[in-house]
């Protein structure tokens, strides 16, 4: 027992700082991949909601294609695709090395295109979920397309989306792990390398669960807060 | 610029993990599921020394990454060997596959408990009431009233778990399974072209999970003909 705790003790000797910074990192990989989903997220929905053929078929096919493929594929996909690609330029100019995407940009990538397959389906019905009314009101209003968008539609839907995007926020913490198959150091990877080298595999990938866990509970938190707020003043049921 | 020829002669090789991919998929849907309609029935009773554990077992199941979940199980109990095989669990735990199978299995019983608990408590309590008046027992309200229709209710949130499951198998392969994104990894180290066994690979998952929804969809049909079809 007071091996485990020396182990994870944040001191000399001790993982734990290891660890604390390994989480960090997730979690910064998490927010980044997780903001930028929300920027393919919602040119995506725009896209499905369109009443023209071509985007709203473009948009449904990324939909279909990265929600239907293992996540772990299409990192791989990205990483190793996007290495070739690099070394293939390198050789143009005639180059004889390999090119490996840095990892921690290629992992926000990856969860910005999964996590914004999943994000553009919370946008969509929260759009719909929005009264005809407003859109009426708005236009009587004089405002412009855009001004009745960011002044009137967007602060109405995120009251329909936030449940949605705490799904998906949770979907991507537990996504980032999958990070560490292209030897990024976050809380996964870093556990692992704990694990070989100490020889306690058990404890680590304890220690990194609970971590886990406790960034999904306080940020899960966060969210319940976010949607309290944005509910304020209204009667719902 | 495609090279077609390259996907005629590695779509073979890739499908030979299928088998295995549906095996990992199938069966641990199947023991989930059962898992699953255990916890979500032992949850209707509200006894506080039954709910607490389950909510915690699925709080913690939910919370993590199954790829923690699956390392954990693999690595991190095969670090209790000389315990595991006193009890004589080590051939389960000593294997790959039954380590996947078990991460699997508990990851979806507790997202499927979730959805099965919801959809039971979404019986409407008049046909329970009904179900008395007519004189049916306890398990055979369950099992004639309360299940059909919790069941039929759950299938859409249901076929999403059992799309993640099918992605989740492709874990399998970081502890050493050759599914069918093992094999892909082994072709990409012979072959060194990632794009084309990606690509492929992906096809195939996206072929078994259209088939599973659309075979989900026909049983929701068929299961509410009352239902305007539109």
Redesign the interface.
């Known amino acids: 027992m007071t091996d485990t705790l020396h182990i994870l003790s944040v001191g000399k000797g001790g993982w734990g700082g290891a660890l604390l910074l390994a989480a960090g990192v997730t979690f910064a990989l998490s927010v980044l991949g997780f903001l930028l989903g929300a920027l393919f997220g919602a040119v995506a929905a725009g896209g499905r909601l369109s009443t023209r053929a071509l985007p709203s078929w473009v948009a449904k096919g990324y939909g279909?294609?990265f929600?239907?493929?293992?996540?772990?594929?299409?990192i791989?996909?990205l990483y190793?695709?996007g290495s070739?690609a690099l070394t293939e330029i390198g050789k143009f100019f005639g180059s004889t090395g390999f090119f490996g995407l840095p990892t921690f940009a290629t992992g926000v990538l990856a969860i910005g295109i999964i996590s914004g397959a999943y994000q553009a389906e919370v946008y969509r019905g929260a759009y719909l979920a929005v009264d005809l009314g407003q859109f009426e009101a708005g236009k009587a209003l004089g405002l412009s397309r855009f001004q009745l968008l960011r002044l009137v539609i967007v602060p109405q839907l995120m009251r329909h989306a936030l449940p949605g995007l705490g799904n998906v926020w949770?979907l991507v913490?537990?996504?980032?792990?999958?990070i560490?198959?292209i030897g990024l150091v976050e809380l996964?990877r870093q556990?692992?390398i704990g694990?070989g080298s100490m020889?306690?595999?058990?404890v680590f990938?304890?220690a990194?669960?609970t971590l886990?866990?406790l960034i999904?509970?306080v940020t899960g938190s966060v969210f319940r807060y976010g949607e309290a707020r944005a509910w304020r003043g209204m009667v719902h049921a | 610029m495609i090279d077609f020829a390259f996907f005629a002669e590695i779509i073979p090789t890739l499908l030979s993990g299928l088998p295995l991919t549906l095996q990992l998929a199938g069966l641990s849907i199947g023991i989930g599921f059962a898992l699953a309609l255990l916890l979500a029935l032992a949850q209707q009773g509200n006894h506080r020394m039954l709910v607490w554990p389950i909510r915690s077992f699925v709080?913690?199941f939910?919370?993590?990454?199954?790829?923690?979940?699956i390392?954990?199980i693999y690595?991190?109990?095969?670090?209790?060997r000389p315990t595991l095989q006193a009890v004589g669990l080590w051939w389960l735990f000593r294997e790959p596959y039954w380590c996947a199978i078990i991460a699997l299995s508990l990851n979806t019983a507790a997202y499927g408990s979730e959805i099965l608990r919801g959809a039971i408590q979404g019986v409407p309590g008049g046909l329970v009431e009904a179900a008395s008046a007519l004189g049916l027992k306890r398990l055979q309200t369950l099992r004639l009233v309360v299940l059909p229709l919790a069941l039929r209710q759950a299938i859409p949130s249901y076929s999403n778990e059992i799309?993640l499951m099918v992605?989740?198998?492709?874990?399998a392969?970081?502890v050493t399974l050759m599914e069918v994104?093992g094999i892909?990894?082994g072709l990409?180290s012979q072959t060194?072209r990632?794009?084309e066994v990606?690509?492929a690979?992906?096809a195939i998952?996206?072929t078994i999970?259209?088939t599973i929804i659309s075979a989900l969809n026909a049983l929701e049909t068929w299961l509410t003909p009352y239902r305007v079809r539109a």
Do not use: C, H, W
Request: glycine share 8%; no cysteine; charged share 10%.
């Open positions: 279909t294609v929600r239907g493929v293992p996540d772990l594929l299409t791989y996909l190793y695709g070739i949770q913490l537990k996504d980032s792990a999958l560490s198959v996964m556990s692992q694990a020889r306690e595999p058990f990938y304890i990194a669960a886990y866990f999904a509970a | 709080a913690v939910r919370g993590t990454p199954l790829l923690v979940q390392f954990l690595y991190g109990l095969g670090q209790f799309i992605k989740g198998t492709s874990l392969s970081i994104t892909a990894q990409i060194y990632a794009v990606f690509v690979a992906g998952y996206l999970n259209f």
